[in-house]
């Protein structure tokens, strides 16, 4: 039995670590995981899913809010190996180095393409075609070990961020039960990545989920659907935010300005743009709840036919 500490936050690290509890040959003796955050308008406390996972297992949990400096006490927790996704911070050469089986991190893009925080989000947004799981050794750089296993996933024009996700969190957990005896065994090989084919996606920044309805349609359609479902996105009209979920490109052309708000289709919010149309299905409206877009145009949505976003 294979003594494993595992390493992650998300929903993404949760799928990876309840593999990790099922296979065979892996003790998952400790989980480290990101602090608690606040989350929602009342600021409640709310524990990393990977945490709640954990705890569900009696596996011990440490929250290191910097584990640069506070390492100590995993350094003696007895583990063979480390498995990592999603975790959040840059693990220190001392972790690493604890392990006489290795640390290997599951990453969410083809490396060296789209190092980083937002690999998926930024492949949406790029306009990718195509992305995937990279099964690599861990090196104190950032997603610059080198790489044992690859698989491919297709990015669909239908395809946001929330279904792009559920396709490479499928991929992991097939990843790692493909490999994951080969790891015990130091059955495989690693290949270093080439430093000069690199490329990177860094955290979405706040000022990036303010959509400007100019330019490319095809570029603001990734920018939106690699944004959705979280953390959204939206547009201002009149001095006050909208927000959108579910967008399309409508088969239609149109004359008019970019970023005006055109007569509802369907129920659905139409937005001009280069000359096509942005379909939108949901919306929330700044001080309202998230609604169907029919349910808006009968509301304050027609009102707002004319006015151009901003």
């Given at each position: 039995m294979v003594?494993?500490?595992f390493?992650?936050?998300?929903?993404?690290a949760?799928?990876?670590?309840e593999q990790?509890?099922?296979?065979?040959?892996a003790?998952v003796i400790?989980?480290?995981?990101?602090?608690?955050?606040?989350?929602?308008?009342?600021?409640?406390m709310?524990p990393?899913?990977?945490k709640v996972?954990?705890?569900?297992?009696?596996?011990p949990?440490?929250q290191?809010?910097?584990?640069?400096?506070?390492?100590?006490e995993?350094?003696s927790?007895?583990?063979?190996?480390?498995i990592?996704c999603a975790?959040g911070?840059i693990?220190?050469?001392?972790v690493?180095?604890c392990?006489?089986l290795?640390a290997?991190?599951l990453?969410?893009?083809?490396?060296p393409?789209?190092?980083?925080?937002?690999?998926?989000?930024?492949?949406i947004?790029?306009?990718?075609?195509k992305?995937?799981m990279t099964?690599?050794?861990?090196s104190?750089?950032?997603?610059a070990?080198?790489?044992?296993?690859?698989?491919?996933v297709e990015?669909?024009?239908?395809?946001?961020y929330?279904t792009?996700e559920?396709?490479?969190?499928d991929s992991?957990?097939?990843?790692?039960h493909?490999?994951?005896d080969?790891?015990c065994?130091?059955?495989?090989?690693?290949?270093?990545?080439?430093?000069?084919?690199a490329?990177?996606?860094p955290i979405?920044?706040?000022?990036?989920e303010k959509?400007?309805?100019?330019?490319?349609?095809?570029?603001?359609?990734?920018?939106?659907?690699?944004?959705?479902?979280?953390?959204g996105?939206y547009?201002?009209?009149e001095d006050?935010k909208?927000k959108?979920?579910h967008?399309?490109?409508?088969?239609?052309?149109?004359?008019?300005p970019?970023?005006?708000i055109?007569?509802?289709?369907g129920?659905?919010?139409?937005?001009?743009?280069?000359g096509?149309?942005?379909v939108?299905?949901?919306?929330?409206?700044?001080?309202?709840?998230?609604?169907a877009?029919?349910?808006?145009?009968?509301g304050?949505g027609?009102t707002?036919?004319?006015?151009?976003?901003y």
């Amino acid at each position: 039995m294979v003594k494993v500490m595992f390493m992650g936050t998300p929903m993404f690290a949760k799928r990876i670590l309840e593999q990790l509890y099922l296979e065979e040959n892996a003790e998952v003796i400790a989980v480290v995981t990101q602090p608690d955050q606040p989350v929602g308008r009342k600021q409640v406390m709310t524990p990393p899913e990977v945490k709640v996972l954990a705890q569900q297992h009696n596996t011990p949990v440490y929250q290191p809010v910097k584990l640069r400096k506070e390492y100590g006490e995993l350094l003696s927790l007895g583990a063979d190996m480390i498995i990592t996704c999603a975790y959040g911070q840059i693990v220190p050469n001392e972790v690493l180095n604890c392990v006489p089986l290795g640390a290997f991190n599951l990453h969410a893009s083809l490396l060296p393409k789209l190092r980083g925080g937002a690999p998926i989000q930024r492949a949406i947004m790029n306009g990718m075609m195509k992305t995937g799981m990279t099964l690599m050794k861990m090196s104190s750089r950032m997603d610059a070990g080198d790489m044992i296993a690859k698989s491919e996933v297709e990015i669909e024009q239908s395809d946001d961020y929330g279904t792009l996700e559920e396709k490479l969190m499928d991929s992991g957990v097939k990843l790692l039960h493909e490999w994951f005896d080969r790891l015990c065994a130091k059955d495989y090989t690693a290949e270093p990545q080439k430093e000069e084919e690199a490329t990177f996606a860094p955290i979405i920044r706040p000022e990036e989920e303010k959509i400007t309805f100019t330019g490319n349609y095809r570029d603001v359609y990734n920018h939106i659907r690699g944004l959705l479902p979280r953390p959204g996105v939206y547009a201002k009209v009149e001095d006050r935010k909208l927000k959108f979920w579910h967008v399309s490109v409508s088969e239609m052309t149109t004359d008019r300005p970019d970023g005006e708000i055109l007569p509802f289709i369907g129920g659905n919010l139409c937005v001009a743009l280069a000359g096509r149309v942005l379909v939108f299905e949901e919306v929330q409206y700044e001080g309202k709840k998230r609604c169907a877009a029919r349910d808006f145009k009968n509301g304050v949505g027609r009102t707002l036919v004319g006015k151009r976003f901003y």
